[in-house]
Nanobody, 120 residues
Framework: VQLQACGGGVVQAGGSLRLSCAAS????????SGWFRQAPGKEREFVAA?????YYSDSVKGRFTISKDNAKNTVYLQMTSLKPEDTAVYYC?????????????????WGQGTLVTVSS
């Protein structure tokens, strides 16, 4: 099983980016998928998850949107109104349970991470 995340880059504050995470090796349509991020010197934190319903951290609610295309086995994270504090490596995760969709320990598979840098 592989998760390939892409879409990161450098953007000015207020800008937008869309991250994608394509899974191969198995399908995850019945499992939770999520995005987490890790800023330099900080612990990995939950960003968003989708498991039927969608879940967001308070820091991104209203600005980020998670979606899933089961036909393509791909999860997306649309990020708008980006802030410098959103700068981090973003990781996608798959194979989670709806009960632990907001917890990193709840996921079996992880992508390699994609760097998002928001300049002020």
């Amino acid at each position: 099983v592989q998760l390939q995340a892409c879409g990161g880059g450098v953007v000015q504050a207020g800008g937008s980016l869309r991250l994608s995470c394509a899974a191969s090796g198995r399908t995850f349509s019945r499992y939770a998928s999520g995005w987490f991020r890790q800023a330099p010197g900080k612990e990995r934190e939950f960003v968003a998850a989708i498991a039927g319903n969608t879940y967001y951290s308070d820091s991104v609610k209203g600005r980020f949107t998670i979606s899933k295309d089961n036909a393509k086995n791909t999860v997306y994270l649309q990020m708008t109104s980006l802030k410098p504090e959103d700068t981090a490596v973003y990781y996608c995760a798959a194979g989670g349970s709806i009960l632990t969709a907001t917890m990193a320990r709840g996921y079996d598979y992880w992508g390699q991470g994609t760097l998002v840098t928001v300049s002020s």
